[in-house]
């Protein structure tokens, strides 16, 4: 006869759960933060410049546009008074360069002086057309009108025909040079009258030191120069 012992419950072992130990509060993270704060504080200015001068070189911003507006501006106005002085014999507009100018009191009388502003009108066009030619084709648009010229093509000069039908061979052939050139001159006038009217008001060899020449001489391109590239500015921006 078997005996039945019983089960020693205590022989058995019962794992009981580890303590979980309480999080503790780590004082590093709110350190790190604390000092993030103080360094975008102190970065404040620098970056909020870093963003005004951000607005003023990149392409398409407002800031961009408004350096394009003022550098035209200022260069049409160089050169307005280049052309008051050559065309209109008006006193010089600004000082630089000049043994006597208008004045402030003489700038109060230009707004109601006609002479002004059609010297001020053949500045901006002479600028406007300058720049043109500075801008020249972007490869788009030469790509377009290469493609297109392409699909005209010219056959022998025909012979044993009328002098008119030789005629017309030859304008098919030439179809389009004649408005080319004609643009070409027509920059380039405006170029010479800029360089005439800017150096002939200004003549930088009248001048005995050297530093002065080429001081004006500088000046003279930098009259000539701002309004195109302001205008170059201005336009890529539309």
């Known amino acids: 006869?078997?005996?039945?012992?019983?089960?020693?419950?205590?022989?058995?072992?019962?794992?009981?759960?580890?303590?979980?130990?309480?999080?503790?509060?780590?004082?590093s993270g709110i350190l790190e933060l604390l000092a993030?704060?103080?360094?975008?504080?102190?970065?404040?200015?620098?970056?909020?410049?870093?963003?005004?001068?951000?607005?003023?070189?990149?392409?398409?911003?407002?800031?961009?546009?408004?350096?394009?507006a003022i550098g035209?501006?200022?260069?049409?106005?160089?050169?307005?008074?280049?052309?008051?002085?050559?065309?209109?014999?008006?006193?010089?507009l600004l000082p630089w360069f000049e043994t006597e100018w208008v004045g402030w009191i003489g700038w109060l009388q230009l707004p109601f002086n006609v002479l002004f502003w059609i010297s001020f009108g053949i500045s901006a066009l002479v600028q406007v057309m300058e720049a043109r030619t500075l801008r020249g084709k972007d490869p788009a648009t030469a790509r377009n009108e290469?493609?297109?010229?392409?699909?005209?093509?010219?056959?022998?000069?025909?012979?044993?025909?009328?002098?008119?039908?030789?005629?017309?061979?030859?304008?098919?052939?030439?179809?389009?040079?004649?408005e080319r050139y004609t643009g070409g001159a027509i920059a380039l006038f405006f170029w010479l009258i800029d360089i005439i009217t800017t150096f002939v008001g200004r003549w930088p060899f009248q001048y005995t030191n050297p530093l002065s020449i080429i001081a004006c001489f500088g000046y003279n391109i930098v009259a000539m120069m701002a309004g195109e590239i302001g205008y170059s500015i201005w336009k890529l921006t539309k």
């Open 36 to 68: 993030q704060w103080i360094v975008t504080f102190i970065s404040f200015p620098v970056i909020f410049i870093s963003h005004i001068i951000a607005q003023f070189v990149t392409p398409g911003t407002s800031g961009y546009k408004l350096v394009g």
């Open 146 to 178: 290469f493609e297109e010229s392409k699909q005209y093509t010219l056959g022998t000069k025909p012979t044993g025909n009328i002098d008119l039908t030789v005629a017309l061979w030859g304008d098919y052939k030439r179809a389009g040079l004649k």
């Open 1 to 27: 006869m078997k005996y039945l012992t019983p089960k020693d419950t205590n022989s058995q072992f019962k794992g009981e759960p580890a303590p979980q130990s309480q999080p503790k509060k780590n004082g």
């Open 72 to 92: 035209f501006w200022i260069g049409t106005l160089l050169s307005t008074d280049s052309i008051w002085q050559v065309l209109f014999q008006g006193k010089p």
